[in-house]
């Protein structure tokens, strides 16, 4: 009969446990855009994309240079520090909740005088050692380690996070700086061009063949230069700085490499990679967000608002805790005895909450609305990374189109320039003809260097923005 009882009662506690759930697993659940990337640059399908975001910072980035300071910032930079000791502090956390299915051990010594009327002191001592253990009948332990290690996960993901940011910031300022350099080159060069032939109208006005205005429109152009050439400098310094800051070490100058000019863009394979189609073709899965740390972290959360709310469910149910206590003593109730004895106390205790000021149904509402809200929130992040993606392409895109024609339109307004020029020693051409072509050719020759530089940001930016840069 006996035996009956105890059968009848653990299939009751069974069929509770069933319909309650609380020891369900996470599902991810939560349906993301299937179009995520959108539908105007998706066409040409290929499996590039997956390789693309897939690449390690060091197959992507193949300037030794700049994988020099990528490594720097990695080592040193505070951001990044913070991040691995939150997953330590996560890791910490968890190993708590993990210890939470053992029993305390305790010592607790106590000693005792006492004395009644004025008699002889008695003294009495326990040795007793204390053992405590929750039974996680209820899953409310369970449910807790594994919301643990979904917080572990999101420290773990936020870290790498941190780190393809970092990526992405030294890159962009590095490549900055070669797009800084090459202005330099650029107005270093038309600084001697233009200083030759302000020598050159000034020569013709002595001789009577130009006028003074003349050469006061071609000086001014020429110390124009002059301030450009000083701005580009003053840059140059800001952006080695930031790097600096970036890797932690104080201001100073950052070795990196030479950009090829615009003729041999072609033929560098980091610049190369920048306009190149095989990297604009990523296909339509919205599987390739799930490189992203971001878009982890949103599931990770959802999951750690699910195990909360599996847990703020169990707390409605009995808490059962195992007590033992045994060791050694000279106090046997009313008398004392030497030497002392052994003793053993063995305690269970369940406890069902009754009534605890509504706080319980307020734990779990809170605890579900939180969920509702991260699971909006996580297809927000879908949508906006997709967005991202879908940017960084039509970024890429444009700056690829636009390449050709600044080449083309470089290499027209030179010859341009040339023939000006020629005129104008020849006495078939104003001085305002000049000065326009050489303003036209400097123009377009800067213009040239920036697009080089959008489209090595925009193809950092679809890296990035596909979950690149994370390892």
């Keep these: 009969m006996k035996r009956l009882s105890n059968i009848t009662i653990a299939a009751a506690v069974s069929l509770m446990l069933t319909g309650c759930g609380l020891y369900d697993k996470y599902e991810q659940k939560v349906n993301a855009p299937a179009d995520a990337f959108g539908t105007a640059l998706i066409s040409e399908a290929s499996t590039e994309g997956e390789s693309l975001a897939q690449m390690s910072w060091r197959e992507f980035f193949t300037d030794s240079k700049l994988q020099a300071l990528i490594e720097q910032v990695l080592a040193n930079n505070t951001d990044l520090n913070s991040a691995r000791i939150a997953v330590e502090k996560s890791e910490a956390s968890l190993k708590t909740a993990k210890l939470a299915y053992l029993p305390s051990l305790y010592f607790a010594p106590q000693g005792t005088l006492a004395s009644f009327d004025k008699s002889a002191f008695s003294k009495t001592y326990t040795l007793p050692l204390q053992l405590s253990m929750d039974v996680d009948v209820f899953g409310s332990i369970t449910n807790k380690k594994r919301a643990s290690q979904a917080v572990l996960l999101q420290a773990q993901l936020y870290e790498q996070a941190v780190r393809s940011n970092l990526v992405s910031a030294v890159a962009q300022q590095y490549f900055y700086l070669l797009l800084l350099d090459r202005q330099m080159d650029i107005l270093t060069q038309t600084d001697s061009l233009w200083n030759a032939s302000l020598e050159t109208q000034k020569a013709l006005y002595e001789n009577g063949q130009a006028y003074s205005t003349a050469v006061n429109q071609m000086e001014s152009s020429y110390l124009s230069v002059k301030t450009q050439i000083v701005d580009t400098r003053r840059s140059i310094q800001s952006t080695e700085n930031a790097i600096c800051k970036l890797i932690g070490i104080t201001p100073q ?219």
């Design 253 to 471: 100058h950052i070795e990196r490499s030479h950009w090829a000019p615009a003729a041999d863009y072609h033929t560098a394979s980091e610049n190369q990679r920048m306009f190149d189609n095989r990297f604009l073709r990523i296909g339509v899965p919205a599987q390739m967000l799930e490189q992203r740390p971001d878009i982890r972290m949103a599931n990770a959360a959802m999951e750690e608002a699910f195990y909360n709310t599996q847990a703020a469910r169990a707390a409605f149910f009995p808490s059962i805790t195992l007590t033992a206590q045994g060791g050694w003593t000279n106090s046997a109730g009313s008398m004392v005895i030497d030497p002392a004895k052994t003793f053993l106390n063995l305690v269970g205790s369940l406890t069902q909450p009754i009534f605890a000021q509504g706080k319980l149904k307020a734990n779990l509402k809170i605890n579900q609305l939180t969920e509702e809200n991260l699971k909006k929130k996580y297809v927000q992040t879908v949508i906006d990374a997709g967005n991202e993606v879908n940017e960084a392409m039509a970024d890429c895109q444009a700056a690829r189109d636009k390449h050709e024609y600044y080449h083309r339109q470089v290499e027209v307004l030179h010859e341009a320039y040339l023939g000006t020029h020629e005129l104008m020693d020849n006495g078939k051409a104003r001085y305002l003809e000049v000065l326009t072509a050489q303003e036209n050719l400097l123009s377009s020759q800067l213009s040239e260097a920036s697009n080089m530089y959008k489209g090595a940001q925009a193809i950092i930016a679809l890296y990035i923005a596909l979950g690149g840069g994370t390892k």
